[in-house]
T-cell receptor, first 113, second 113 residues
Framework: QQQVKQSPQSLIVQKGGISIINCAYE??????FPWYQQFPGKGPALLIA?????SEKKEGRFTISFNKSAKQFSLHIMDSQPGDSATYFC????????????FGTGTRLLVSP | EAEVAQSPRYKITEKSQAVAFWCDPI?????LYWYRQILGQGPELLVQ????????DSQLPKDRFSAERLKGVDSTLKIQPAELGDSAMYLC???????????FGPGTRLLVL
């Protein structure tokens, strides 16, 4: 019940296209859903995050869509650029106990020029 | 911009040897985390500190791993003895408090031969 399932494992998108990465969770106690971006040899960096009281959050070219009833959330990268090529991780955190971040397995995105 | 510092960046050791990793969190951050990231997977929490106290070490293999944050600032993670399966990236992160954004360091890549 602590898992966050992420898909696809890898994704190739042409420059200018839309990249979509999906995540699903089971634990209804999760109340914070961040997305992290990780470049090779670097630690993950927070990209954008959402709480379940809204269905969508947009920051520049990055949008999170959140479906509370389906327990799913997704990251959309509009106008994808070669510099967006990285591994993306969704995560979730509960609002009780130790409030541990649980990460998905990651999606390796390659944006072709 | 303040960053989480980690050293060493790379470590090669033989199995049964002892290894230690060091982390200096962002100044003023009360919460410190150690994660292990196996290649192709998301980070998994090993231990979480609130100031100098351990608040979650449920996933830390305590027979061989130890962690300390004696003065509530920097932290050390130790493995003794190292095993082949310990080869991974060890990431340190910090946050102002438990519910705040986690900022990750660049990690220490460990290879056990």
């Amino acid at each position: 019940q602590q898992q966050v399932k992420q898909s696809p494992q890898s994704l190739i998108v042409q420059k200018g296209g839309i990249s979509i990465i999906n995540c699903a969770y089971e634990n209804t106690a999760f109340d914070y859903f961040p997305w992290y971006q990780q470049f090779p040899g670097k630690g993950p960096a927070l990209l954008i995050a959402i709480r379940p009281d809204v269905s969508e959050k947009k920051e520049g070219r990055f949008t999170i869509s959140f479906n509370k009833s389906a327990k799913q959330f997704s990251l959309h990268i509009m106008d994808s650029q070669p510099g967006d090529s990285a591994t993306y991780f969704c995560a979730a955190r509960g609002n009780t106990g130790f409030q541990k971040l649980v990460f998905g397995t990651g999606t390796r995105l390659l944006v072709s020029p | 911009e303040a960053e989480v510092a980690q050293s060493p960046r790379y470590k090669i050791t033989e199995k049964s040897q002892a290894v230690a990793f060091w982390c200096d969190p962002i100044s003023g951050h009360a919460t410190l985390y150690w994660y292990r990231q196996i290649l192709g997977q998301g980070p998994e929490l090993l231990v979480q500190f609130q100031d100098e106290s351990v608040v979650d070490d449920s996933q830390l293999p305590k027979d061989r791993f130890s962690a300390e944050r004696l003065k509530g600032v920097d932290s050390t993670l130790k493995i003794q003895p190292a095993e082949l399966g310990d080869s991974a990236m060890y990431l340190c992160a910090s946050s102002l408090d438990r519910q705040e954004t986690q900022y990750f360091g660049p990690g220490t890549r460990l290879l056990v031969l």
